[in-house]
């Protein structure tokens, strides 16, 4: 195996401040993602997502392609996934979390 060497060995010869930016890029790319990389860091099937939602593999392969959509829409999907859906507000000094949003799915269920 000449010439390749392990991701640790590889990490060792960085410098502390490239050490600290390959962090920070991870961290952010963890942070952010589309639906269908959440889909599948979930290890979740579009037929999966689809059976849920009681729709067809080609609606799910088309609602994570949209780019604008109800918040009701991406709700009942992330729900679909296990997860819950926050709308929240970032402004410089502080956040807020938008509760009327909250409301929708306790509204739903009543």
Same mark, same amino acid.
């Given at each position: 195996?000449?010439?390749?060497?392990?991701? &640790?060995? $590889?990490?060792?010869?960085?410098?502390?401040?490239?050490?600290?930016?390959?962090? &920070?890029?991870?961290?952010?790319?963890?942070?952010?993602?589309?639906?269908?990389?959440?889909?599948?860091? $979930?290890? $979740?099937?579009?037929?999966?997502?689809?059976?849920?939602?009681? +729709?067809?593999?080609? @609606?799910?392969?088309? +609602?994570?392609?949209?780019?604008?959509?109800?918040? @009701?829409?991406?709700?009942?999907?992330?729900?679909?996934?296990?997860?819950?859906?926050?709308? /929240? &507000?970032?402004?410089?000094?502080?956040? /807020?979390?938008?509760?009327?949003? &909250?409301? $929708?799915?306790?509204?739903?269920?009543?």
């Amino acid at each position: 195996m000449a010439g390749r060497h392990s991701f &640790a060995e $590889l990490r060792a010869r960085m410098s502390p401040e490239a050490q600290a930016r390959a962090d &920070a890029e991870a961290r952010r790319l963890g942070e952010e993602m589309d639906l269908a990389e959440v889909r599948r860091a $979930l290890k $979740l099937s579009q037929e999966e997502i689809g059976q849920t939602l009681q +729709i067809g593999q080609g @609606s799910v392969a088309k +609602i994570e392609k949209r780019t604008d959509m109800y918040v @009701s829409t991406l709700r009942r999907f992330i729900e679909a996934m296990g997860g819950e859906l926050e709308i /929240v &507000a970032r402004f410089p000094d502080h956040a /807020v979390r938008i509760k009327n949003f &909250a409301d $929708l799915s306790e509204k739903r269920g009543a």
